[in-house]
């Protein structure tokens, strides 16, 4: 029962995110105050929807350029992918191979971002900076968080059927599972009154 509590409640915080991300440039702010609500609701607080306003609040200014940015290199390694891959370039294969892995740094940047951004201030280069130094610091964790997004992607593009229900609560567990392994590395860069 616990746990279809918990995973009603996550579902219910899942559509508000996903709902909120519509208009595209508040996917960034969006996902800041679902990583807010998962972690209030993992510390026993399940007013997701409170939260969830509360967390926008807090952190809309921070996130929309991250989300923003984050959208627009996305968005160049998608056109860049299409362009050399339907085109004959010389060194092709290294260009793609050096783009893969700034597209994997970057997606291992982004699973770190909205955690840290909830759990501790600074400024717009230090949260992206530190991001990129827990993603490889945390590798196993990294892994784990970009295995379970990974499979997420792969049901919605390859099982129609499983894939409206999976996406009814995916992001939010998501965000839940990663913030539960999340704290195991916050718990030792928290001042003692944060802990």
Known sequence: MQGTL???RLTGLNLLWML???PIVTAGPSTAAMYYAANQMRQGDNHFFRNFKEGWKKHWKQAMPVGILFEILIAVFYFGYTAISENNIPNSKVILFIAL???ITLVMTM???FPIMINFSGSFLDLIFNAFLFAFMYAPYTIVQAVLVGLWGYAVTHFYIIAVIVSLFAGALIAYVSLLMDEAAFRKYRQPSQK
């Open 111 to 113: 699973l770190w971002e």
């Open 101 to 103: 892995l700034c597209a």
């Open 20 to 22: 909120c991300c519509i």
């Open 6 to 8: 918990v995973l009603a």
